[in-house]
């Protein structure tokens, strides 16, 4: 179980670093980027990790990258919340990329 603070500023809590630091460890900053997406369209949480499991942005242990959904309401509301986790921060601008054009197209997986 992982429990955080709830920090009602838009950005505000420690929610990037304590899912980044227990996926890649407390020192994932020395050798890791790390960024948070807003603005992908809403889904809802099932769809939304499905989406990156069929699209191949899911996060891998064995590579050390790719992306976590952070908060998904149930009603699917305007956006999803994402973690964007690779080795640089090129490829997580790469990762971001891929993310809002696989969840602006619209498909959901089945």
Same mark, same amino acid.
């Given at each position: 179980?992982?429990?955080? $603070?709830?920090?009602?500023?838009?950005?505000?809590?420690?929610?990037?670093?304590?899912?980044?630091?227990?996926?890649?460890?407390?020192?994932?900053?020395?050798?890791?980027?790390?960024?948070?997406?807003?603005?992908?369209?809403?889904?809802?949480?099932?769809?939304?990790?499905?989406?990156?499991?069929?699209?191949?942005?899911?996060?891998?242990?064995?590579?050390? $990258?790719?992306?976590?959904?952070?908060?998904?309401?149930?009603?699917?509301?305007?956006?999803?919340?994402?973690?964007?986790?690779?080795?640089?921060?090129?490829?997580?601008?790469?990762?971001?990329?891929?993310?809002?054009?696989?969840? $602006?197209?619209?498909?959901?997986?089945?």
């Amino acid at each position: 179980m992982l429990l955080n $603070e709830i920090n009602a500023r838009w950005g505000g809590g420690l929610v990037l670093h304590s899912v980044a630091a227990a996926l890649l460890g407390d020192d994932y900053a020395d050798r890791a980027a790390v960024s948070s997406l807003r603005d992908v369209p809403g889904t809802g949480l099932d769809a939304a990790v499905s989406r990156l499991r069929q699209s191949g942005l899911a996060f891998s242990h064995a590579t050390g $990258e790719g992306v976590v959904v952070l908060g998904a309401g149930p009603d699917a509301g305007p956006t999803t919340e994402m973690l964007v986790l690779a080795g640089t921060r090129a490829r997580t601008r790469e990762l971001e990329a891929t993310t809002r054009s696989v969840f $602006e197209a619209g498909v959901t997986p089945p």
